[in-house]
């Protein structure tokens, strides 16, 4: 997300969504959904 326009981009990793579950799962979560938010400034406005 920018901190400066708010532009929010979706990226999709392949295979890190499965990563994240089999973490919470080795400590005994049964994860429902999950998320990560990367905050910074956008190529846009740094132009």
């Known amino acids: 997300m920018c901190r ?3 532009r ?3 990226i999709r990793a392949s295979g890190l969504e499965e990563r994240i ?3 919470a799962r080795a400590r ?3 994860p429902l959904g ?3 938010e990367i905050q ?3 190529s ?3 132009a």
Do not use: N, P, W
Request: proline letters at 0%.
């Open 4 to 6: 400066s326009c708010g």
């Open 8 to 10: 929010v981009e979706e």
């Open 21 to 23: 579950d089999a973490l």
């Open 28 to 30: 005994g979560f049964e």
């Open 34 to 36: 999950h998320g990560i």
């Open 40 to 42: 910074g400034i956008c």
């Open 44 to 46: 846009e406005c740094r």
